[in-house]
DNA sequence: GACGAAAATGAGAATCATTCCTACTCTATC
DNA sequence: GATAGAGTAGGAATGATTCTCATTTTCGTC
């Protein structure tokens, strides 16, 4: 599965003419295991090092214009990173407003659909043109508690 | 209706023994009137000046302590302020990918009595204590379109 | 296999939002 | 009208992120 994602990646780099380096590779990789979206230092962490702060974040920016990863931008100014929804699925997150930690959540169908008719509808009827739309439980996660 | 807000405030603040001085009552006359929340700059700016940055940020940090303003993160690590839901009610988000502004949203209830239910249910069957559900519809605001 | 152009990298400086610190100023109260 | 606690101003410090630029790697081509 993970390996499918890879490959899926490096088509989409292909296609773009980004080139999969090793650190960019690493950084999906980190990712596609990842229970919920990432911070740079989360990441630098998971790669132990191996790449220099700064090079990790051109790398997200690199990976994010190429639609391979999603930004989250959530507790005290720090953007998370996850793989994009046409890597990972559709899902929603789970925010600890304690630690700052996020979890993905899987949601109800029936929910999920009112949810797309909602922002389906909003289009048509005001200014805004809606693509997307995150809901996120906020809460204390286990640890926290 | 403004006024209304603001004598809600002053009670809060009295019970909490927190004074209403006049940054805090500008602050939150600025965000009574405001479609959205508004970040630190765009506030100082609504204040023309008035207020020097550190005491702006400090004053927002005492409002929120107090339950008077509830914290927004969205894009590129800027906190947003907005009224605590107690004072400007429960509503959701417009927010546009292009420049990050934020605007109020209305929800049909049987959306939002789903929603609810969904972060009812949640606390019962992981180790996850949900309090509250934020959903953003995310897109391009009128101007960016 | 060597070459030049384009892409990518590394290291550190720079930026931006935010927080912290410290000395000064109010204001309620005795 | 003295005093203590709350509040403020202003600037330094912090932390995440971005930028810069010199160096290295990679790719297609010869």
Redesign the interface.
């Known amino acids: 599965m993970q390996s499918h994602v890879l490959r899926q990646v490096e088509q989409r780099l292909r296609d773009r003419s980004v080139r999969l380096t090793s650190a960019r590779r690493a950084v999906v990789e980190s990712l596609a295991v990842a229970d919920g979206p990432r911070s740079a230092a989360e990441i630098l962490d998971d790669l132990d090092g191996g790449v220099p702060l700064s090079s990790l974040y051109r790398t997200l920016t690199v990976l994010e214009d190429a639609g391979v990863l999603a930004p989250h ?7 998370r990173y996850e793989l994009a929804e046409w890597l990972a699925g559709h899902h929603h997150h ?1 925010i ?2 304690e630690c700052g930690s996020v ?1 993905d ?1 899987p ?2 169908t ?2 999920e659909r ?2 797309r008719a ?2 389906g509808a ?2 048509t009827t ?17 640890r926290c ?1």
Chains 1, 2 share one sequence.
């Open positions: 931008h959530g507790v005290r100014g720090v953007t789970l600890c407003t979890e959540l949601i109800p029936d929910v009112q949810l909602l922002v909003l289009t005001s200014g805004f043109a809606a693509d997307d739309h995150v809901l996120e439980i906020e809460g204390r996660c286990a508690r």
